[in-house]
Nanobody
Framework: QVQLVESGGGLVQAGDSLRLSCAAS????????MGWFRQAPGKEREFVAA????????YYADSVKGRFTISRDSAKNTVYLQMNSLKPEDTAVYYCAARGFYGPYSGDYSKPRIYNYWGQGTQVTVSS
């Protein structure tokens, strides 16, 4: 059974940092693109960041560019999201996602439909 398990969320103050982890099990995603999305109460799920199958390319939403960094450790089958300078508007449930297809992808990484596997989410709350 394939599972993506997020961890690292919590309650922090504005300006603080958090590092989210997404550990995959059941199959390897070391050669698959992976991404992070978030969903705030009453809002649609939105793209946060993605990393290519090789880790050589990363993509970010404008709202987090320069503050968040996505990375991966293929040996651990894990992807991370380092979040710095957190703002109250970053408050949301953060979801990890993985493509089911290996190798390069030339399309839009921000589209939820390209990801085949999803975690259950971890809550991030940023107080002002």
């Amino acid at each position: 059974q394939v599972q993506l398990v997020e961890s690292g969320g919590g309650l922090v103050q504005a300006g603080d940092s958090l590092r989210l982890s997404c550990a995959a099990s059941g199959r390897t995603f070391s050669n698959n693109a992976m991404g992070w999305f978030r969903q705030a109460p009453g809002k649609e799920r939105e793209f946060v960041a993605a990393i290519s199958w090789s880790g050589g390319s990363t993509y970010y939403a404008d709202s987090v560019k320069g503050r968040f960094t996505i990375s991966r450790d293929s040996a651990k089958n894990t992807v991370y999201l380092q979040m710095n300078s957190l703002k109250p508007e970053d408050t949301a449930v953060y979801y990890c996602a993985a493509r089911g297809f290996y190798g390069p992808y030339s399309g839009d990484y921000s589209k939820p439909r390209i990801y085949n596997y999803w975690g259950q989410g971890t809550q991030v709350t940023v107080s002002s």
